[in-house]
């Protein structure tokens, strides 16, 4: 029975700290959608001043850009970012509580299970981070709950570094679509 309690309290720890990752990684998204708006609007006031009163061109991508932010406002607050990063830091509390409790077995399980199915879920790429910030960047070795070594594949690496990339693309994206959209749009209207 001891054995089973430490392979539970091993799914115990891997799900917490991969709960611990949701919650970074969704932290990060948060601050750069904040950031995102934040430039996304100083572009806009920044063309609304400059800009000539007459000029159709420019006035036209202001309304675009306009639409555009109010879109990705919406978009952005319908996502939730700091409201899931928090549901996933009081899931991990709670399931670093549990491991650490003297509970039973049947308890433990009961519990934990219980806990799980408060919370939401965790991204795939969550699971990836671990395994590489643990493997290549920490200490080195990990173990699952069977007591098997776990090492970083490809895929893994793959899904690490899209998962830590991708948010900067993206914003990046955004921005140059919003400083080089009045040229696109001059060129597809003439």
């Known amino acids: 029975m001891e054995n089973e309690i430490i392979r539970l309290q091993t799914r115990i720890w891997w799900t917490s700290k991969t709960r611990m990752q949701s919650e970074k990684r969704l932290r990060t998204y948060e601050m750069l959608s904040h950031v ?7 572009l806009l006031i920044g063309f ?7 000029n159709p061109n420019i ?7 306009s639409v555009f932010i109010t879109v990705l406002s919406v978009l952005i607050f319908g996502f939730k970012f700091g409201e899931q990063a928090t549901l996933h830091r009081e899931c991990y509390l709670k399931l670093d509580e549990l491991r650490d409790s003297e509970l039973k077995y049947d308890e433990m399980k009961k519990s934990y299970h219980k806990i799980l199915a408060s919370y939401p879920n965790h991204a795939s790429c ?6 590489i910030n643990e493997t290549l960047f920490g200490h080195g070795k990990l173990q699952d709950s069977n007591g098997n070594e776990v090492k970083w594949t ?3 690496a793959l899904s690490w570094f899209f998962s830590y990339t991708l948010p900067w693309v993206l914003i990046t994206f955004v921005l140059a679509f ?10 597809i209207i003439d």
């Open 154 to 156: 490809l895929l893994s």
């Open 36 to 42: 995102g708006i934040a430039l996304l609007s100083v």
């Open 126 to 131: 969550d699971h990836s981070r671990i395994i």
């Open 178 to 187: 919003s400083l080089f959209s009045p040229t696109l749009m001059h060129y």
């Open 48 to 54: 609304t001043i400059y800009s000539g009163p007459n």
């Open 59 to 65: 006035n036209a991508h202001l309304i675009t850009l």
